[in-house]
Structure formats: structure tokens, C-alpha cells
């Protein structure tokens, strides 16, 4: 039997750092070598497996729309000649880019991966080597045919999973979704299907830069925060507010909220608690939002919405159709009432 075939890009980020006198930083070709010193890898169980480390390195602190871009083309460029992708990426903006990822890749029938590590790869204890390994065993093995992400012994959804712990290897979660699968002694399948053969072409979307304003709300907000955030050239506004989706009944931030919605901007209403779906029909105060145009983000988690926001807002969408896409469950990324 032909041993199947993984694309392993390494993007930057932790699990790829070297220990220098001014502490870790990334260094181009040490993940391979790395990679390479530990046999492990190439247990006859394992894959075969190519690495491609981009040049420069990105720490994911900086990653930005193109770099997703570059990302989604790079897998489409190399789509045809393999069986599965893991992508090696920093953890503080790993989420970010697994969701847009998502939305990037049209007509996905491969598994697409993304991990990395709280700890290098090269240290003693570091959580990289059983994230790379599992990574790499469950794209050939376990082939669920969406863009997910691995962390810790879990496979989830990559548009479900957020960042939630800083330091911790049980980094990442997925608070309003089932994890995918789970890698115990056996691996168990959850919520992931596992995807047959097809010959489907992958279609990349091509998304932009987009002015998207994010706003947490607090007691006693000052409506001038929102006058401000809301001037050109800002074309959405994800509002993080209270419970089910609530906020102060203030006069002046309710017409502020109006006029912008108006003017085409749109504004998106999500939940500051880390669990639970937003409900505007549940309290006056949630209520007043929609009457000022603000539409519902159900469940979706912040990175979720922003990708979404940056993918509509590429495609030359009008703000109703966007407003009626963001409320649609387009790739899983939100349970529909």
C-alpha cells in the first residue's frame, strides 16, 4: 500500500525556535533539522511528509490577511500532490488564521491542519513533538476534509476554536462546537467525518485587507468611542456585548448605531462570555440593537466573525447581502437558530 503523503508548512511561530542568549527565536532550517534528528517521524506507521519553511519566518503576532493568502495559495498551489496539509503556525493568532482559512479554501476534500507548540520542538518537554506527530498521523490516516486545528491531543474545527489559555498546553478550545476527534490511546472520532476520495477542484477566495473595528463594551461606555470608530473607512463593527447580546439603552449610542447602519456599515453583535449564542429578542435592551440595524453573530467566536467580515467584504458583496450571509451557517462556523 502507498504510503500517503503530507505538505507541512512552516509558517513561524514557536515549535520551530532556537534558545539563543536573548531568548527563543526563529532561526530558518532548525524545525527540519530538528524534525529530522527525531526518528520518530519516520516510524514505518508515519506518513511521508515534505517541509517547506517560508522565508522570512512570521511570528503570528504579525500575521495580516496577506499572510493568509499566501497561506490558502501556497496549499492550492501544492494541492494536487498531496494527500493532506499541516500547517506550523504561531499560537497567539493561530485561530485567526484557521478560521479564514476556512473560508479561503472552496471545495476543500483534503485535510488541512493547523498546529504548532507552547514549547520549541528542540526542548526538553516541548508539546510540539506530540502535536507535529498526531498533526501528520491524523491528516493521512483520519482525512476529515476541513480546515481544522490540533492542539493538545484534540482535533477541532479550525472556525470553532479559540485561543484560551496563555501559557498552558490545553491552549485552545471550542466552547460552542464538539471537538472533532480525540487522540487517546485510540483515536476516536467526535464530530469529525472522515472524507472520501474525489477529484473536486480547490478554489481559493481572494480576500483583502478590511477596516473592521471591534468594540468591547463596559459599563458607562462613552458613545464618542463608537462616533470615532465608526468614520470612514470602516465597514464593519463587531460589537462585543453583554449575556445574550445586550447593551446600555443609551439615546445617543442606539442613533449612532443607526446612522452607521445607514451608511452601510456593518454591525455585528457577538457575546463577551466565552460560551452561549447572542439572543436580541431576549431583553429590551438586546432588542433595541436589532431595531438600530445590528444583526445577530449567534455563536460564532470573535476570530470566526473577523475572518467571516474580511471574506463577504472581498467578494463585492452589498452590506444587506452580507448582513444576510453573516447570519447564515456558511461552513460550520455558527449554529443557526
Known sequence: M?????????????IGMQK???????????LTDCVQSMPEFYHDEMPNFVIHEYCPLIDSSNMAPPDWQMIANDIQANYDDYDGFVILHGTDTMAYTASALSFMLQGLSKPVIVTGSQIPLAQLRSDGQTNLLNSLYIAA??????????FNNKLFRGNRSTKAHADGFDAFASPNF???????????LKAGKISAPTEQPLEVVTI??????????????STEIFINILQQPVKALILLTFGVGNAPQDKQLLETLKQADERGIVLVNLTQCFQGKVNMGGYATGNALAQAG????????????????????????TPNQIKQRMQQNLIGELTES
Open 294 to 317: 445590528v444583526i445577530s453573530g449567534s455563536d460564532m467566536t470573535i476570530e470566526a466573525a473577523l475572518a467571516k467580515l474580511h471574506y463577504l467584504l472581498s467578494i463585492g458583496l
Open 20 to 30: 539563543t542568549a536573548n531568548g527563543f527565536v526563529p532561526v530558518a532550517g532548525f
Open 208 to 221: 483583502s485587507p478590511q477596516p473592521v473595528g471591534v468594540v468591547t463594551l463596559y459599563p458607562g461606555i
Open 178 to 188: 464538539p471537538i472533532l476527534l480525540e487522540a487517546g490511546i485510540k483515536i476516536n
Open 141 to 150: 490516516n483520519y482525512p476529515v476534509a476541513e480546515v481544522c486545528l490540533f
Open 2 to 14: 502507498t504510503k500517503r503523503s503530507i505538505y507541512v508548512a512552516y509558517t513561524g511561530g514557536t
